[in-house]
């Protein structure tokens, strides 16, 4: 098994990839949305062990971009010096691209800048597009503007949904606890739609449903007016492990799980299959637990 040491504020484990994951995102061209932090950084730093061709990584944050990109090139001369490591022919070559996904001309320049560095690639294209960047409320319907939920849907859902249809391998990233909501609901349903109407084209579409995982995702979450929420729940606190939340998501996509949960609690997963088996009482537990919420 080849293993990467990689280490952040965020998280002290190592990345370990087994080398048949990594043998399916060698040689790739990859676009990695909200790589700058949070699960887009243990991402990153998990592909870059892979070896692809190219890695793009794109985020708000330039300069955290470019430290991400210091830190794969650095992760990626390890493995490749690494004894039980595959050995590459080429070095890895990593780009940064800034872009902000609430802004539909900043992705747009995204599509073609990513298109533009992809042509060196072996097949001249973006070879797996990963939609990992996206934000979360922290309101009510009634409390939210819709202006609020416009920029939500912009950045977790119309964002994905633009792109040139100029790859092989698509994964979008959901959010457990929110199996239930309307953005979500959206992304997996059009990603049903997706596989299927794409299944004989040779493109493959995954969607990603992690639970609570350790990073800055409340922190960066915004309120019904617009403003940031600014606090660490403490369920993300005591989240799962970014590094490993990252690997099993790598190895699932290779392995071919099209729709799958991950670091989700029991709660979690009982819920999905109540959600099938029993909804109508699931939709009752859910509404004591909102009217539980709004009395506190």
Same mark, same amino acid.
């Given at each position: 098994?080849?293993?990467?040491?990689?280490?952040?504020?965020?998280?002290?484990?190592?990345?370990?990839?087994?080398?048949?994951?990594?043998?399916?995102?060698?040689?790739?061209?990859?676009?990695?949305?909200?790589?700058?932090?949070?699960?887009?950084?243990?991402?990153?730093?998990?592909?870059?062990?892979?070896?692809?061709?190219?890695?793009?990584?794109?985020?708000?944050?330039?300069?955290?971009?470019?430290?991400?990109?210091?830190?794969?090139?650095?992760?990626?001369?390890?493995?490749?010096?690494?004894?039980?490591?595959?050995?590459?022919?080429?070095?890895?070559?990593?780009?940064?691209?800034?872009?902000?996904?609430?802004?539909?001309? !900043? %992705?747009? &320049?995204?599509?073609?800048?990513?298109?533009?560095? +992809?042509?060196? #690639?072996?097949? @001249?294209?973006?070879?797996?597009?990963?939609?990992?960047?996206?934000?979360?409320?922290?309101?009510?319907?009634?409390?939210?503007?819709?202006?609020?939920?416009?920029?939500?849907?912009?950045?977790?859902?119309?964002?994905?949904?633009?792109?040139?249809?100029?790859?092989?391998?698509?994964?979008?990233?959901?959010?457990?606890?929110?199996?239930?909501?309307?953005?979500?609901?959206?992304?997996?349903?059009?990603?049903?739609?997706?596989?299927?109407?794409?299944?004989?084209?040779?493109?493959?579409?995954?969607?990603?449903?992690?639970?609570?995982?350790?990073?800055?995702?409340?922190?960066?979450?915004?309120?019904?007016?617009?403003?940031?929420?600014?606090?660490?729940?403490?369920?993300?606190?005591?989240?799962?492990?970014?590094?490993?939340?990252?690997?099993?998501?790598?190895? !699932? %996509?290779? &392995?071919?799980?099209?729709?799958?949960?991950?670091? +989700?609690?029991? #709660?979690?997963? @009982?819920?999905?299959?109540?959600?099938?088996?029993?909804?109508?009482?699931?939709?009752?537990?859910?509404?004591?637990?909102?009217?539980?919420?709004?009395?506190?």
């Amino acid at each position: 098994m080849g293993a990467t040491s990689s280490k952040n504020a965020q998280d002290t484990h190592e990345i370990h990839l087994p080398n048949a994951t990594q043998e399916q995102y060698q040689n790739k061209a990859i676009l990695l949305t909200g790589a700058s932090r949070g699960l887009g950084w243990s991402l990153a730093h998990a592909l870059a062990s892979c070896h692809p061709s190219l890695l793009i990584l794109s985020g708000r944050d330039k300069e955290a971009l470019e430290s991400v990109k210091a830190e794969c090139l650095q992760i990626a001369t390890h493995t490749q010096t690494t004894q039980d490591a595959p050995q590459y022919d080429e070095r890895i070559r990593v780009e940064c691209l800034q872009c902000d996904l609430s802004d539909k001309s !900043s %992705v747009e &320049n995204l599509a073609t800048s990513s298109l533009q560095l +992809a042509k060196s #690639s072996p097949l @001249a294209t973006i070879d797996i597009l990963i939609n990992n960047g996206g934000i979360s409320s922290r309101s009510s319907f009634l409390e939210t503007r819709l202006e609020v939920d416009e920029r939500l849907m912009q950045v977790n859902f119309l964002s994905g949904a633009g792109w040139p249809r100029l790859w092989f391998r698509v994964w979008w990233r959901s959010a457990g606890v929110g199996l239930f909501g309307l953005v979500q609901f959206r992304a997996r349903g059009y990603c049903e739609a997706l596989r299927a109407e794409l299944a004989s084209s040779n493109v493959s579409v995954h969607v990603v449903s992690p639970g609570y995982i350790r990073t800055n995702l409340s922190m960066s979450a915004v309120m019904g007016d617009g403003k940031a929420y600014s606090k660490m729940d403490e369920t993300t606190a005591n989240g799962a492990d970014p590094n490993r939340v990252a690997c099993e998501i790598l190895t !699932s %996509v290779a &392995n071919n799980k099209s729709d799958f949960v991950v670091a +989700a609690t029991f #709660s979690a997963r @009982a819920a999905l299959w109540l959600k099938f088996l029993a909804p109508r009482f699931l939709e009752g537990q859910l509404m004591k637990r909102f009217e539980k919420g709004r009395l506190e």
